[in-house]
């Protein structure tokens, strides 16, 4: 597995504004890359609360937080519950992280890259729900086609489906390789070296995990929770991610919010040179300045 490395880790710190003794969320853990830094700078009395739906991420990223003791509570959910986990408290800051970790895009047996063959499951949370195997196995070809191209942004969506639905009642299409090997034949090459299974893989996963599912107000009311003076910072790496972001923010933006960021922030050159897979993110913040309510 690659070595995990936190994306845009200063920027995400300073909009945040960690301090001594704040409360802080992480509610996309993953494998604790930014938590630990967060941590680090809000020592010596600083709590955070790591979220994540991946469990094995969780163990990953519990192991590595444990030197900070009960200045950490670690939970499994996803982080459109935060609202009713948190209650009355209101933390200092929140991060999102929307990005897939490298413990799930690197080890085969998940399912998330065609670039290794391994099952087709894509499954963030592994505990509940359909892997994409079985999506793949009943989903109507119309249905398909929708998804791969409202999500994955594919053009050649209806061709891609077409082919997936045929393959399927030859064999079930239940490994990585497999489906990308479809997906390649229906579309061929594509210029500037990018996979043509690339786009559908992304539809795909973003499906299975519902991962746009409600995403817009969650982010206004994950904002709500806010202490006075308290920032949510979210690291989007998908443009329609970005884009419920944008909108969440501008509908809050008033005499109770301020957003930090007219425009997104993105990786520098030194940063992508050395992590290629943050060359798509972009971070955007806002703050609460009024009252809690």
């Known amino acids: 597995m690659a070595t995990h490395v936190p994306v845009l880790l200063a920027e995400a710190l300073e909009l945040l504004a960690v301090k001594p ?3 802080y969320v992480d509610g996309t853990v993953g494998l604790g890359g930014h938590a630990e830094a967060v941590l680090e700078r809000s020592s010596p009395d600083g709590r955070l609360l790591a979220i994540d739906r991946d469990e094995d991420a969780l163990a990953l990223a519990r192991e590595r937080l444990q030197r900070f003791g009960a200045r950490v509570a670690v939970a499994h959910d996803d ?5 009713e986990r948190l209650g009355a408290e209101r933390p200092d800051g929140v991060l ?14 998940r399912g998330f890259s065609f670039r290794n063959d391994g099952p087709l499951d894509m499954r963030m949370d592994r505990s509940r729900g359909e892997t994409a195997a079985e999506v793949l196995s009943d989903i109507p070809e119309n249905e398909l086609a929708d998804v791969l191209f409202t999500l994955g942004e594919e053009r050649r969506s209806r061709r891609v489906a077409r082919a997936i639905v045929a393959a399927r009642a030859k064999a079930p299409l239940e490994t990585t390789v497999a489906l990308a090997q479809v997906v390649r034949r229906a579309i061929g090459r594509v210029p500037h070296g990018i996979d043509s299974a690339t786009r559908s893989f992304q539809a795909l996963r973003l499906f299975v995990n519902r991962e746009l599912e409600g995403v817009g107000a969650a982010f206004q009311k994950i904002a709500r929770t806010l202490a006075p003076g308290g920032r949510l910072v979210v690291i989007a ?7 419920e972001v944008k909108q969440a923010f501008r509908a809050l933006a008033g005499p109770e919010f301020s957003v930090l960021t007219k425009k997104p922030l993105v990786p520098s050159e030194v940063e992508v040179r050395s992590n290629p897979r943050s060359r798509s993110a972009k971070l955007r913040a806002i703050e609460r300045f009024g009252a809690a309510a």
């Open 79 to 83: 982080w459109r519950a935060l609202p």
């Open 96 to 109: 999102l992280d929307m990005g897939v970790s490298s413990l799930q895009f690197d080890v085969a047996e």
């Open 237 to 243: 790496f998908h443009s329609l991610e970005d884009r």
């Open 21 to 23: 003794g704040g409360f």
